[in-house]
């Protein structure tokens, strides 16, 4: 009784962080304690969730491009120094301890925070005359530096590729969530081939936790068909980087 009730709760788990991921970002902070709770290492559960952020990320891609939401020519361009850059990322996950880089990275989201609060009709309506064909070399720079960050602790890169393609390239943030995906899906095969290599990966786990990211991530997408989408969006958005500037810094 008591392993079908983790098994649930690891379900559980996944169907709230495909959620999460799909609309925002930082879902991996609900399903990274459940695998540990299931009895993963910590750097077994950062390589195991892997597995569910990748089939998360292909049922999430296939949802916002049959919705019509998705930017295929931007996706490709600003994928590519994230892919490089989470290669760069896993290679140093696999023998770094994250601890320090946790708790930056908390204090970067709650000045993050600042930014959705003063501005928010720039996240929910974008700047569409902002938007160019291709990035500039900044972006592609920002790219690859989040790229890093994804290979390296996957939890909360969504939120910072969100911040990336609405404060830099001009997305609302539905349409930037549809990139958003794109992109974590590409960068997240080298890096899950590499925690794969380096025997930090539990098959039977990430494809349990797979099951409820899928579902999540389907929900998801359609969620953000909704008209008024973005608003909702938006708060949940807000109340993702609360949560994740907490847990980063060991708040709770």
């Not at 799909?22 to 950062?46: H, K, Q």
């Amino acid at each position: 009784m008591d392993s079908m009730l983790v098994y649930a709760g690891v379900v559980t788990a996944g169907f709230l962080a495909g959620f999460i991921n799909t609309l925002a970002g930082s879902g991996s902070l609900v399903s990274l304690p459940m695998l540990i709770f299931a009895g993963l290492p910590a750097n077994v559960a950062n390589g195991t969730n892997r597995i569910a952020i990748l089939l998360q990320n292909v049922v999430g891609v296939r949802g916002f491009s049959v919705q019509g939401m998705m930017s295929w020519r931007h996706a490709m361009w600003l994928a590519a120094p994230a892919v490089v850059g989470a290669v760069v990322g896993a290679n140093i996950a696999v023998d770094l301890d994250e601890r320090t880089m946790r708790r930056v990275i908390g204090l970067i989201m709650l000045l993050m925070l600042l930014v959705l609060l003063i501005n928010p009709k720039r996240w929910i309506q974008g700047r569409p005359e902002a938007i160019r064909p291709r990035p500039t070399v900044k972006e592609l720079v920002i790219f690859f530096l989040i790229g890093i960050y994804g290979g390296f602790i996957q939890a909360g890169v969504g939120i910072f590729l969100l911040a990336g393609l609405v404060l830099g390239a001009g997305f609302d943030i539905v349409r930037a969530n549809a990139i958003k995906v794109f992109i974590v899906l590409c960068f997240t095969v080298p890096a899950l081939a590499i925690f794969v290599l380096h025997n930090q990966v539990n098959w039977g786990w990430g494809l349990l936790l797979a099951i409820g990211n899928m579902t999540g991530a389907w929900v998801g997408t359609r969620f953000a068909a909704r008209p008024g989408a973005s608003v909702w969006v938006y708060r949940l958005f807000i109340g993702v980087v609360v949560y994740s500037a907490v847990r980063l810094l060991g708040v709770v």
